[in-house]
């Protein structure tokens, strides 16, 4: 199936993408090239053949879960410049609803 230059503008534009005359004389015969091959693909006969999901035969090995303690608060404090109220405390981005503040 061939494809037209107005064609792959519509969709250039669609795409809110614009191209120059020697580009789309390119991407013309690229999408054509694409388009022979998928249709090419369509003629394939699969009858029989089984659906692959994963060509990897591997399979993924999960660990458990295991709830370990964390660091306390303190602990983890310690690095952190500045805290306030058990907290580590940033400069404002943002103030009175304004940014750059």
């Not at 120059?20 to 694409?34: A, D, P, V, Y």
Request: charged share 35%.
């Amino acid at each position: 199936m061939a494809i037209s230059k107005e064609e792959v503008k519509k969709v250039a534009a669609l795409s809110k993408l614009s191209f120059k005359e020697e580009e789309l004389e390119l991407f013309t015969s690229q999408m054509g090239k694409i388009i022979d091959m998928v249709e090419e693909l369509g003629e394939v006969d699969t009858e029989g053949i089984p659906f692959t999901s994963n060509v990897v035969s591997e399979i993924n090995v999960l660990r458990e879960d295991v709830v370990v303690k964390g660091e306390s608060r303190e602990e983890l404090l310690k690095n952190v410049p500045e805290t306030k109220d058990g907290f580590i405390k940033v400069p404002a981005i943002m103030d009175n609803g304004e940014a750059g503040a």
